[in-house]
C-alpha cells in the first residue's frame, strides 16, 4: 500500500471531517492546561474505527479525533510493553536503559532485563510535579513489582502523588471492595477479585476521582488499561452487539474470537466516554489535553493467551506485538486540546515516536524540562498544532526477545527508521532488509540490494547505536530475529 493510498483511505473513509491547521500558538503561562494520558495495552493500529476498522464501534475515541489531531506515524520504542511504557516515562530509548521485555517476566531473566526501572530516571511525573501538577496513574504499571530480587520501588518514587495500579508494589486498583490483581480474571467464587473487563470502568472512574479532588491546580493523570491484553472476559452483556460474528450454529456454545475481541475495544470506548463526559460537564475539556495511544500492536492468534480472542488488526502494515515490522511498533495516536490544537485534523507524514511525548507535552504545556540533556525524544509539539516537519534524529530499535504469530511475522532484531527509509538487520549481518515506507507501508518490497549506499550509511548508524548506546549486547533468545518454520525438506534457516 503506497503513502498516497493511504492518505486516500484516511481522507474519503477514516475521517470524513475537514482537515485543516492551526497556527502556531504560545502555551498560556498563566493558565496551565491538564494531561489526561490513555495508553491501552495490546490494541493495534487498525483496531479503531477512525483508523478504518469496517467493524468496531469506538464513537467516544472516534470524537476524540475529530475535536483533535490523529497522527497516522506515530510509533512506540518497542514492539512490547515494559520497554515501550519506560520510553513514554522517561523520553529515553528503553534499550538504552536496558529494558528489553516485560518486567517480571520468565522470560527476561535470560535477556538482562532489569527487575525494575531505576527510580532515579526523571519522568514525565517528575518534570510536571515540578511545575505546580498533581500527577496521578491508574492502571497498569509494569515497570516493577516483587521480584526474587527484591521489592520494586512503588509508583510514587517516579514522581506520582498517588497511584493505584496493578503489576506494581503500591496501592491496588479497586472498585468498591473489589480488587484488581495482576490476573485480573477471577470467577464467580471469588468475590474480592475484580474482573479484568471491569477493569477499564474501574481506572475510568478512578481517575475521574482523582480529578475531582484536583479542582485547585493543574493535573496529570495516566490511565494505562489492561485492555485488549490478554486473557478477555467479556460479559454477555458487552459481546451481544457483536454475537452475529460468531457462526449461529456454535453460538450457544462458543464465542468468536472476533465477538471477544470487539467488545473489549467497544468497552474501552463506552469508558472513555464517562470521563470525556465528565471533563466536558466540569468544564475542563477545552483546556485539558487527552492523549490515546497503545504500548505496541496487537497480539496474534496463535498465542494460548489470545487464542480465542486474538483479532486485533495491525491495519494495513505487517507484524505484530513483538515483532519490529510496522505492525509492532506502529500504533494509533490521537490527542485533544480543543484550546490549541486543530479540530479534525490528520497528519499522514509526520513521525512521532514515544520517546517525544515527554518533551512535547512539556512543549505545550509550557512547562521547563531544559535541565534533562539526555533525552533520546524531541520537541513535536509543532506537528500537533498543523505545522509540517522531519525528525531531526532518526528512532532506533533494538528487540531481543521471541516473536508470536505468522513467520512473516518475525521480524529482524534491530531497527533502523530515518526519512523515508526503515533498515532492519540482524547484529551478525543476516536478514538485511531495506524498505522506503512512503511507497511500500506493508514492508514486502526489500530494496536492499538495489540501494547499497543508503544501506551502508544506515547500517554503520544502526550497528554504532546498537555497539555503543544498548548494554549486553550478547543477551539475546537464541530464536531473536530468525525465521522459525521449517519446511519439509529443509532446514530453519535465517
Not at 386 to 411: H, M, N, V
Request: aromatic share 8%; net charge negative; hydrophobic share 35%.
Amino acid at each position: 500500500m503506497s503513502k498516497e493510498y493511504l492518505t486516500i483511505v484516511l481522507a474519503s473513509i477514516v475521517l470524513p471531517f475537514a482537515v485543516h491547521a492551526a497556527s502556531a500558538a504560545e502555551p498560556n503561562h498563566d493558565e496551565l492546561p491538564n494531561v489526561v494520558f490513555v495508553l491501552a495495552d495490546d490494541l493495534g493500529w487498525g483496531d479503531l474505527a477512525v483508523y478504518g476498522h469496517p467493524r468496531v464501534k469506538t464513537p467516544n475515541i472516534d470524537s476524540l479525533a475529530s475535536e483533535g489531531v490523529l497522527l497516522t506515524q506515530f510509533y512506540m520504542n518497542s514492539p512490547v510493553c515494559s520497554p515501550s511504557r519506560a520510553a513514554v516515562l522517561t523520553g529515553r530509548n528503553p534499550a538504552e536503559l536496558g529494558i528489553h521485555y516485560a518486567i517480571g517476566a520468565k522470560a527476561g531473566d535470560t535477556l538482562n532485563n532489569p527487575d525494575w526501572m531505576d527510580p532515579d530516571l526523571t519522568t514525565i511525573y517528575d518534570v510536571f510535579r515540578d511545575a505546580g501538577y498533581r500527577t496521578g496513574h491508574f492502571g497498569k504499571w509494569h515497570l516493577g513489582a516483587d521480584t526474587p530480587a527484591g521489592r520494586a520501588p512503588p509508583p510514587e518514587a517516579y514522581g506520582l502523588d498517588i497511584s493505584a495500579t496493578t503489576n506494581s508494589t503500591g496501592q491496588k486498583l479497586k472498585r468498591g471492595e473489589l480488587l484488581l490483581v495482576e490476573d485480573t480474571l477471577g470467577s464467580a467464587s471469588t468475590s474480592n477479585t475484580l474482573l479484568r473487563r471491569d477493569s477499564s470502568q474501574a481506572i475510568a472512574e478512578s481517575a475521574i476521582d482523582f480529578i475531582a479532588t484536583n479542582e485547585d491546580q493543574p493535573f496529570l493523570v495516566s490511565l494505562w488499561l489492561l485492555e485488549p491484553h490478554a486473557v478477555l472476559d467479556p460479559s454477555e452483556k458487552q459481546m451481544q452487539p457483536y454475537l452475529d460474528l460468531t457462526h449461529e450454529k456454535v453460538r450457544d456454545k462458543y464465542r468468536g474470537s472476533e465477538t471477544v475481541y470487539y467488545a473489549s475495544l467497544t468497552n474501552i470506548d463506552a469508558q472513555l466516554g464517562k470521563l470525556f463526559d465528565y471533563l466536558k460537564r466540569e468544564d475542563l475539556f477545552d483546556n485539558t489535553i487527552v492523549i490515546f495511544t497503545s504500548d505496541n500492536g496487537p497480539s496474534p492468534l496463535w498465542s494460548k493467551g489470545t487464542s480465542h480472542a486474538g483479532a486485533g488488526h495491525s491495519g494495513p502494515f505487517r507484524g505484530v506485538k513483538g515483532s519490529l515490522y510496522e505492525g509492532g511498533v506502529r500504533v494509533p495516536f490521537i490527542v485533544s486540546w480543543p484550546r490549541k490544537l486543530p479540530k479534525a485534523y490528520a497528519d499522514t507524514e509526520s513521525v512521532v515516536a514515544a520517546v517525544d511525548l515527554m518533551p512535547t507535552l512539556a512543549g505545550l504545556a509550557g512547562v521547563s524540562y531544559r535541565g534533562l540533556t539526555d533525552l533520546d525524544g524531541e520537541d513535536r509539539s509543532g506537528v500537533l498544532i498543523g505545522q509540517k516537519e522531519d525528525r531531526k534524529t532518526p528512532l532506533f530499535w533494538e528487540y531481543r526477545a521471541g516473536s508470536w504469530g505468522r513467520d512473516i511475522q518475525r521480524s529482524p532484531r534491530l531497527a533502523m527508521r530515518q526519512g523515508p527509509w526503515k533498515l532492519m538487520m540482524n547484529p551478525d549481518g543476516s536478514r538485511i532488509e531495506l524498505y522506503n515506507l512512503d511507497v511500500d507501508t506493508t514492508e514486502t518490497s526489500n530494496v536492499a540490494k538495489y540501494e547499497v549506499e543508503i544501506v551502508e550509511r544506515m547500517r554503520a548508524m544502526l550497528l554504532d547505536w546498537f555497539e555503543n548506546q544498548v548494554p549486553d549486547h550478547d543477551a539475546v533468545a537464541p530464536h531473536a530475529g530468525k525465521r522459525l518454520w521449517e519446511a519439509p525438506g529443509s532446514s530453519t534457516s535465517d
